[in-house]
């Protein structure tokens, strides 16, 4: 056989080879993929508050507010309290709060029966600085009648001189 021949035959089983040595890929399918779950939409928080809030949100918790000795006028320390409340009733116009003054035993029973009131229509305005409505609060004035403490003592005169805020519809 001549060169040229061979050249051909070895080029020829060459390709042969080349094309039996093909590799083939098997492909395998994509994993199933799980159905889309749906969801319900999650509760949008508005930012109002709601009736179970009197119990679990720490300001609104807090429900009385204290006075300094022959004072009336609301201190520093409680304004966030009350504007807490201010909010809940814009956020609740349904909402009814009673606001009972009241006073220590010192005083005259006329005396503290009005600054137990003036306590109360203290915070009263304070409420409705915070955007409450003054149909929805009720001003009652206890004087010295409903103590906290008994005893005849400076700490305990500062207990009773407050305004409880009392929510009777929430």
């Not at 956020?91 to 003054?101: M, N, Q, W, Y």
């Amino acid at each position: 056989m001549n060169t040229t021949a061979r050249v051909l035959a070895l080029s020829m089983l060459s390709i042969a080879v080349l094309a039996g040595c093909k590799k083939t890929v098997k492909e395998t399918p994509p994993p199933p993929t799980p159905a889309p779950v749906t969801q319900a939409p999650a509760p949008v928080d508005d930012g109002k508050y709601k009736p179970e809030d009197l119990d679990t949100d720490a300001c609104l918790k807090q429900r009385v507010v204290y006075f300094d000795l022959d004072q009336d006028s609301l201190k520093p320390e409680f304004q966030a309290i009350v504007g807490c409340h201010g909010k809940y009733l814009v956020d609740r116009p349904s909402a009814r709060v009673t606001l009972e003054g009241n006073a220590d035993e010192r005083g005259s029973r006329d005396y503290n029966q009005a600054l137990g009131e003036r306590r109360g229509n203290a915070v009263s305005s304070a409420l409705q600085a915070n955007g409450a409505s003054s149909t929805q609060l009720t001003v009652v004035s206890y004087g010295e009648e409903r103590p906290v403490c008994t005893e005849s003592n400076e700490e305990c005169w500062a207990r009773n001189r407050r305004v409880e805020i009392v929510y009777t519809a929430k």
